[in-house]
């Protein structure tokens, strides 16, 4: 199994904006009172910002258009709703938020698999569960391990362990579930806001992780032979745990890994800290995303749909 993909689906949106609907379980998220034609033009230009900038490095990226009704405001976030398995397997996810199922359009997955060569040979439609009040938000939710094929999840009202253990048996993974707080121990609304994998490295606010779990969670990542690198609750919260690594190509270097972040959380980042994470990549890419972040509560982790096609 491959860690980092070199393809990624990103969704222009058309609405984007502040959402009333998720922020009662996502502390993030903050209503800056401006106009909504001025939000969706900075998340626009924010957006396409960071589209150029991982093509510059070889990403293939497949840019999907919002429809302009009904409103979206977070269809910005396509990885919450759908993710693309080198197996072949597309899995659709429940979502939380009422006005978040629209973003689930045929249009957007048939531009990832026109574009990106992936070829669809197994559906998982969870999507079912929103009925019992049931949610896992994609790659939002669970932060995977493929190489080892363990797929971890911390619980909040987006994230229901029984649904974390039954995607586990459909793809075959081993499931770590816990549970992880912000400052004030409200449970952290997605378990990508507080940890990355990578190839080389695991980033996660261990702070985050209630005590009674954090030791278990360390121990599993720690096994997996990566350098584990442990950030805390002020590093969180300007999204340091919310990043990427993606494969790429450089005629030097031939097949690299490039580091995808925010300029926010690479400001964040201590020094020492920065520098060990540079040392288990090739490249760090950083770029803003101000808007995105403050109004939709999200970061460019949460920006990217990883399409893993067959080896």
Do not use: K, W
């Given at each position: 199994m491959q860690q980092c993909t070199d393809a990624v689906l990103m969704v222009r949106p058309k609405t984007f904006g502040y959402n009333p609907d998720t922020a009662a379980s996502n502390t993030f998220q903050k209503d800056s009172g401006a106009a909504p034609d001025e939000v969706q033009a900075l998340a626009s230009e924010e957006f396409g910002q960071l589209a150029r900038a991982l093509a510059s490095e070889g990403v293939e990226v497949c840019v999907a258009e919002d429809s302009a009704t009904p409103e979206k405001p977070d269809a910005i976030f396509p990885n919450n709703w759908l993710?693309?398995?080198?197996?072949?397997?597309?899995?659709?996810?429940?979502?939380?938020?009422?006005?978040?199922?629209?973003?689930?359009?045929?249009?957007?997955?048939?531009?990832?698999?026109?574009?990106?060569?992936?070829?669809?040979?197994?559906?998982?439609?969870?999507?079912?569960?929103?009925?019992?009040?049931?949610f896992l938000e994609g790659t939002g939710s669970l932060v995977l391990d493929h190489i080892r094929r363990t797929a971890y999840a911390c619980v909040s009202p987006r994230t229901h362990p029984e649904l974390v253990a039954e995607w586990a048996r459909e793809l075959r993974y081993e499931p770590v579930v816990f549970e992880a707080t912000n400052r004030g121990g409200v449970p952290l609304y997605h378990t990508n806001v507080l940890m990355c994998i990578g190839e080389r490295f695991v980033v996660i606010a261990s702070e985050a992780v209630v005590r009674r779990d954090r030791e278990r969670v360390l121990k599993s990542l720690r096994s997996s032979g990566r350098d584990v690198i442990e950030i805390g609750h002020g590093e969180l919260e300007r999204f340091a745990g919310n990043m990427l690594e993606l494969g790429t190509w450089d005629e030097a270097l031939g097949d690299?890994?490039?580091?995808?972040?925010?300029?926010?959380?690479?400001?964040?980042?201590?020094?020492?800290?920065?520098?060990?994470?540079?040392?288990?990549?090739?490249?760090?890419?950083?770029?803003?995303?101000?808007?995105?972040?403050?109004?939709?509560?999200?970061?460019?982790?949460?920006?990217?749909?990883?399409?893993?096609?067959?080896m």
């Open positions: 993710s693309f398995h080198a197996d072949g397997s597309l899995v659709l996810y429940p979502l939380q938020g009422a006005n978040r199922r629209a973003e689930r359009r045929q249009e957007v997955v048939d531009a990832a698999v026109q574009a990106l060569g992936f070829n669809v040979t197994h559906l998982i439609d969870l999507t079912h569960h929103e009925g019992e009040g049931r690299s890994r490039v580091l995808v972040m925010s300029e926010s959380a690479r400001r964040a980042l201590q020094p020492e800290t920065y520098a060990r994470l540079s040392g288990c990549t090739d490249t760090v890419l950083a770029v803003p995303v101000p808007t995105i972040e403050t109004q939709g509560g999200g970061s460019v982790r949460c920006m990217l749909a990883e399409v893993f096609r067959p």
